[in-house]
């Protein structure tokens, strides 16, 4: 078996590629391919984080997410989480950006502190921060 060297990329599916380009792009993510055969708008950020955005997704629970809002839990990925360095200074820009913060800032066991907001298609982003054991670490 091949060893697994790293995440290549995040695949998200929206109903708008326009409105989820631009959302994305207020946190540095830039279209590096569009491929409409393949309904599918590759973002890049300057990290190296990839996001492959996937239209055609149904408005079936345009106010929920069936993988996070429903009683009934469903498998399936919740949430993407990025790591920051400034966890404040990732609030300050959300809250610039009129980005409703649904749960946060918590700070984990671990000792991470997360904040967690949605896209316009109300999937879950994290954005959190390592603690500072964790940072020393690296």
């Known amino acids: 078996m ?19 380009v631009n959302f994305y792009a207020q946190f540095g993510f830039e279209v590096v391919r569009k491929d409409f055969n393949e309904r599918v708008v590759v973002l890049l950020h300057y990290n190296g984080v990839v996001l492959n955005i996937l239209d055609s997704a149904t408005r079936l629970h345009e106010e929920r997410n069936v993988l996070m809002d429903e009683s009934i ?13 400034d966890i404040d200074r990732v609030i300050q820009h959300l809250n610039k950006l009129n980005i409703v913060i649904t ?23 994290e954005m959190t921060q390592p603690s500072l054991q964790v940072k020393a670490l690296s």
Do not use: C, M, Q, W
């Not at 091949?2 to 989820?20: C, M, P, S």
């Not at 839990?73 to 360095?85: D, L």
């Open 2 to 20: 091949n060893t697994i060297k790293g995440l290549d990329h995040i695949g998200i599916r929206v109903t708008d590629f326009n409105r989820a």
């Open 73 to 85: 839990k469903y498998p399936g990925y919740t949430h993407v989480a990025f790591r920051v360095t």
């Open 103 to 125: 749960e946060g800032p918590v700070t984990f066991g671990d000792g991470k502190t997360s904040v967690f907001f949605r896209d316009p298609d109300r999937n879950v982003i």
